[in-house]
């Protein structure tokens, strides 16, 4: 008896809950009711399922005329070996028959060009002709060509004359960090690094005036259209309007916590906005200096700000990401704008359309007003940081790069015509290639960028530019990213 006991000894005892445990396919198998059998098939799914298949398959052709049939029955003889683009669908498995039926089998596509000279079937220049559905299968590798191609709704850009450079004015002592033209545009200001506001002759570029009193850097500027007024913003907290009629501060606002980043003024109310590092817009009364509304409830730096006439009157984008738009009347958020990925440094308002754009490092975006609808990404992606951006009456839009790049955009279709890139002025480093500020003059013709390498460059149109010697290289995007 001892050789029995031997032979069951390598065989440990398991318990029936951890061998089912083991594998799931062993309980499966353990304890199915039913082993071997599929689940009864769903006649109503497996008929939503083939009406699918032949809609998804066959829609294109589905109300192809049944008349032109018999016409090439009747003409097969003389069509000959007539080329055609018409396609054939094999018809039932049995493929005895195939040759018999083939004309009933077929699908017919539509229109094809004939040679000139047989009219055998018509002289509308389309054609019936059919191929047999015995047709060898290089004829007849694929349905997608029958289906009709949907032309692209995408609007075709405006051709836009190139932007050249034609002047560069060197003076500041550091970043030129702003700009704002006068509104009779006969001079333009700059702020900068070096703590100076300079006033500069737009026809010749000379330099007119230099003001001091701020004891930091001059990041936002703004030209009144009814006074004789300029303001002015920096990092050292302080919001100042200068008179130019005596050429001296007379007003100061105090309130912001820490810097100012950037000034808008409200083009009919004598109100000023500005935005700065403590994540508040804050609009102020231009002649008694006192703060109307402190515009909070965004969680980073406010460094982007314009006004409207009509409601949103105030529009801000931050550091957080996301664009505000407010209710003057109550100082509270009408709603907030969540497309972006990345701070939202710049933004510029259309002159004459009820529309804005907004630029950050992930995307360069286009929203309606007064809602804020998203409308489109424009067409391609700076890959930079975009510290600013402005747009004429024309449709070009400038976006103003960390890296030195300087784009041009059709407004109205969101192809970028133009990539430029800014040169640095002789002494300094390529890192130094930064674009912080941009402006049009009040035409519309002329483009101040204010850089890193501590000078202002001017801008205009090429006039010897032509559609021949720069044509149009646009290609409607295939897939619209509507984030």
Partial sequence: ?????????????????????????????????????????????????????????????????????????????????VPSNALALTGPADSRNSQKEGAQNALVVGPSLQPKGQNDVGNSGKSTAITS???????????????????????????????????????????????????????????????????????????????????????????SSKHTYMFSAGDDKQVKCWDLEQNKVIRSYHGHLSGVYCLALHPTIDILLTGGRDSVCRVWDIRTKMQI???????????????????????????????????????????TLTHHKKSVRAMAPHPKEHSFASASADNTKKFSLPKGEFLHNMLSQQKTIINTMAVNEDGVMATG??????????????????????????????????????????????????EADKTIKMWKEDETATEQTHPLNFKPPKDIRRF
């Fill in 1 to 81: 008896m001892g050789g029995p006991t031997l032979e069951m000894e390598p065989v440990e005892p398991q318990s029936l809950k951890k061998l089912s445990l083991k594998s799931l396919k062993r309980s499966l198998d353990l304890f199915s009711p039913i082993h071997g059998q599929f689940a009864a098939p769903d006649p109503e799914s497996k008929k939503i399922r083939m009406s699918h298949k032949i809609n998804v398959e066959y829609g294109g052709i589905k109300t192809a005329p049944a008349q032109p049939l018999r016409q090439v029955d009747s003409g097969a003889g003389n069509q000959g070996s």
């Fill in 133 to 223: 559905a015995s047709a060898p299968f290089s004829e007849r590798l694929t349905t997608s060509a029958i289906i009709e191609r949907i032309p692209s709704k995408w609007p075709r850009p405006v051709w836009h004359r190139p932007w050249k450079n034609y002047r560069v004015i060197s003076g500041h002592l550091g970043w030129v960090r702003s700009v704002a033209f006068d509104p009779s545009n006969n001079w333009f200001c700059t702020g900068s690094a070096d703590r100076t506001i300079k006033i500069w002759d737009v026809a010749s570029g000379r330099l007119k005036l230099t003001l001091t009193g701020h004891i930091e850097q001059i990041r936002g500027l703004a030209v």
């Fill in 293 to 335: 509304f402190a515009l909070s409830g965004h969680d980073n730096t406010v460094c982007s700000v314009f006004t409207r006439p009509t409601d949103p009157q105030v529009v801000t984008g931050s550091h957080d990401t996301t664009i505000k738009f407010w209710d003057l009347r109550y100082g509270k958020t009408m709603s």
């Fill in 401 to 450: 790069g960390d890296n030195g790049s300087l784009w041009f955009w059709d407004w109205r279709s969101g192809h970028n015509f133009q990539q430029a890139q800014t040169i640095v002025q002789p002494g300094s480093l390529d890192s130094e290639a930064g674009i912080y500020a941009l402006c049009y003059d009040v035409t519309g013709t002329r483009l101040v960028s204010c």
